[in-house]
């Protein structure tokens, strides 16, 4: 999908004027129109058509895939949720209707940079937009208001706080709206992987302005998340868009590191090969060690995280946008809305929570259609500050009691209460204070307590707004509290089982939002390291190399009654097998076992591969606990013994230190083109089908992308690509080179070398 993003680049200019491109893609002409081309209540626009529109204010000719469906839908004035990946256009979807509409569209949106940077966007092309959060003043505010009432703007982006306030949702019911827009509305939903409170407002809030046409857009969300957002919203009969998920320019990489050195070592590597990119910490103390290390290495780079003043966080996240550094090291609290397209890495230093923010997070690379490289670097034990994390964003029916009753022994005669979150931590010896500000949050959504700032502190208090109420009268669901928990920890264990997973990682993640028969990207490390083809009988020197790894295992696991306990993780085996001497190993001695380097000549990247073969093939098994430790399985002592023969799907190995991506953007004669690999991806998988094998056994993502930047024009040429083999090449290469040459509007084929 992202890779169709080219169309938007190479749009037309429009009346002969000079054609500037801004980060976000958009075109900016010298001709766009003035500001009083665009409706106001002097000059409505309303009736305009879409496909006019989008030539007028934003200079396009054509759609992105998705984008014109999803228009024509807002246009006829139904509600709707859209899902579109990151970097599919999302913006322009709720900004060209607002064209169309008569009214204001008012665009919920949870960034100040981002809206800044939109709103700058549209002024650019001559539209009439404005923003209402915490940087205005009261005066400020009820001016843009009355503004808004006497249509002078077409768009306002509000920050979903504001709707906090019954004084500022009452001013908006004299406005005529024609379109509330939930950006990011995944952040609605309690069962989705970045809920905030705030959000939860905007069903009533839209309900008190007239309930508008409504429409919610998100680049991540399950299915349980997207009903969820329908029903918080109170949709009317809401059509429903999923784009599609697909990155196909990113290659998702997943490593495993026993260490902190390992992971320096390897965000070392990352860093010095691709240059410019994000990498995401779990923790604000991780972020700021990260940044420091990066900057000793000479690397231009930023520290970026919530604790962190709003001016300073503006300031920092701008560094980045205007490409004044070219790394930021940050928490979760970076990246929403980021719209840097030459974001050439994302490295995950921790595991995320969820699949949902991985993939949100990782989405960031590549904007620009490009090749882009996501790195996870996975160590079992950093799932402790995501089950931190999880406890702080769950407290138990219990502790939100017990912090109601404290908060209520306390109040004065105002019902009110200035205690901080520590204070109240402290005083009930609670040991994660993250619970303390959910159970507020919790209580404030149920309408027991109000949070607001006092005067002269940097804290905010606390006002019991049914101070007759004692905590055991809460009416706070127990069950539902429980099931959000489990939810959470049900998602951090798809997360691990991903990490721990031997097939493709795109098309894990595909599956996970719900997509069926995704094909095998080509360019993860699995894909990469020949997974996906058929289990096979083994050669008597491929049977051996498998018996010594087992025995490797044996001798770092413990007998049982009935089998095998593990004690080691596979990081750690591996590390025996191949004769490492770092302290970890020659700590525990693992230096004296028998089997200590018996496959140092096959290496760490060969073993880390076929592990992930033998424990698919039912010779190992993962125990989990508090660390996942490998063992034997009886099946796998068989085999160890020589009494029992096994299949497996035997690694080859990486083609090379150098990753192919990275190989096919240096040599390519051309840029990445979306429209072509559609095409070839939509022949690839008809002839797949026909022949009824997996689309990857016709070509790979990764060759059908070396088909778009090289378009070769004949067999010899197209013989020269990785993947095509002589059996393909006299099956399937020609189809393709017909396609190749029939694609309009795509440079001139030529040979490659």
């Known amino acids: 999908m992202a890779g169709n993003e080219v169309g938007l680049g190479s749009a037309p200019r429009r009346g002969g004027g000079e054609s500037t491109v801004r980060d976000d893609g958009w075109t900016a002409d010298a001709g766009m129109p003035l500001l009083d081309e665009v409706g ?46 990151t970097g599919g256009g999302k913006s322009l979807c709720y900004q060209l209707p607002a064209m169309c509409l008569e009214g204001v569209t008012i665009v919920v949106s949870p960034l100040i940079a981002l809206m800044k940077d939109q709103v700058d966007g549209l002024e650019a092309k001559g539209v009439a937009a404005a923003v209402i959060n915490s940087t205005l003043t009261h005066a400020e ?45 995944h952040c609605l939903s309690q069962w989705g992987h970045d809920f905030r409170p705030d959000y939860m407002r905007l069903g009533a809030a839209r309900k008190a302005l007239g309930n508008p046409q409504c429409v919610a857009f998100t680049a991540t969300a399950t299915p349980v998340v997207r009903e969820d957002i329908m029903q918080v919203l ?3 009969n809401p059509f429903e868009t999923v784009t599609g998920f697909e990155r196909p320019n990113l290659s998702f990489n997943i490593t495993p590191v026993e260490s902190k050195g390992a ?63 070219d790394v930021a090291v940050a928490t979760n609290a970076f990246g929403m809305g980021i719209d840097r397209p030459d974001v050439r890495f994302v490295v995950h230093y921790e595991i995320p929570g969820s699949v949902e923010a991985y993939y949100q997070e990782a989405g960031r690379a590549g904007r620009d259609g490009e090749a882009a490289w996501c790195e996870l670097l996975f160590n079992y034990g950093d799932t402790r500050t995501q089950e931190f994390f999880i406890e702080g964003a769950n407290p138990g029916h219990g ?21 901080g979150i520590d204070e109240i931590k402290e005083s009930l010896g609670l040991k994660n204070g993250m619970a303390v500000g959910s159970a507020l949050s919790t209580l404030v959504r149920h309408g027991y307590l109000e949070r607001f700032d006092v005067p002269g502190q940097r804290r905010r208090g606390t006002r019991l707004t049914r101070p007759e109420w004692r905590a055991g009268q809460l009416d706070i669901d127990r069950e539902a509290l429980e099931e959000k928990e489990r939810r959470d920890r049900a998602k951090l264990q798809a997360m691990v089982q991903m990490c721990y997973g031997a097939g493709c990682r795109q098309r894990a ?51 049982t009654g009935d089998g095998w306990e593990g004690i080691f993780g596979r990081g750690r085996i591996v590390q025996m097998l191949t004769g490492s001497k770092s302290q970890d190993v020659l700590r525990v001695r693992l230096h004296e076992l028998s089997t200590y380097g018996i496959l140092r000549r096959k290496g760490t990247a060969f073993l880390n591969e076929l592990f992930h073969a033998m424990h698919d093939a039912g010779l190992l098994v993962t125990q989990r606990g508090e660390y996942p430790l490998v063992t034997l399985t009886k099946r ?37 083109d979306g429209v072509l690999f559609s095409r070839l991806k939509e ?9 009824g094998v997996p689309a990857y056994a016709v070509f790979t993502n990764e060759t059908l992308e070396a088909f778009t930047r090289l378009r070769p024009a004949s067999v010899e040429s197209g013989m020269k690509i990785k993947g095509v083999g002589p059996a393909k090449a006299e099956k399937y290469l020609p189809r393709f080179l017909e396609e190749i040459a029939a694609c309009e509007g795509g440079r001139p084929a030529a040979d490659p070398m």
């Open 40 to 85: 106001t209540a002097a000059n409505p626009v309303g009736g305009m058509d879409p496909k006019g529109a989008l030539r007028k204010f934003f200079g396009f000719e054509e759609f992105l895939d998705g984008q014109e469906e999803v228009v024509d839908r807002i246009v006829s004035g139904r509600d709707g949720l859209v899902v579109m990946p």
């Open 636 to 672: 796998g002592e068989m085999v160890m013994k020589g009494e029992s023969a096994c299949r497996l799907v035997w690694p080859n190995g990486r083609s090379g230190d150098k990753d192919r991506v990275a190989e096919l953007a240096a040599e390519a004669a051309g840029p990445f």
């Open 683 to 691: 022949l690839r998988n008809n002839l797949a089908q026909s022949d």
């Open 399 to 419: 502790t939100i009691c017990s912090i109601y009753e404290l908060l209520h022994d306390l109040m004065d005669a105002q019902h009110e209460v200035h205690l």
């Open 141 to 185: 505010q009820r001016e843009r208001i009355a503004r808004m009432r006497a249509g002078d703007y077409k768009l306002v982006y509000v920050a979903p706080e504001r709707f906090r306030a019954e004084g500022f949702v009452s001013a908006m019911q004299d406005v005529k709206v024609a379109l509330l827009a939930i950006d990011e509305a």
């Open 263 to 325: 992971k320096f070592k390897r965000l070392r590597e990352v860093v010095d090969e691709h240059k410019t990119g994000i990498v995401y910490c779990a923790t604000r103390k991780r972020v700021e060690e990260v940044a420091e290390t990066l900057n000793s290495w000479g690397v231009k780079c930023i520290g970026y995280h919530g604790g962190m003043g709003e001016e300073e966080r503006e300031a920092t996240q701008n560094k980045f946008i205007r490409r004044e550094v």
């Open 509 to 559: 993640i595909l599956e996970y939002f719900g997509e069926k028969d995704a094909a095998e990207c080509g360019t993860c490390d699995v894909c990469r390291s020949d997974y996906g083809t058929e289990a096979r009988e083994l050669s008597a020197a491929e049977d051996e190399i498998v018996r010594k790894a087992l025995a490797g295992v044996a001798r770092m696991s413990r007998r």
């Open 234 to 236: 109170a949709l009317d």
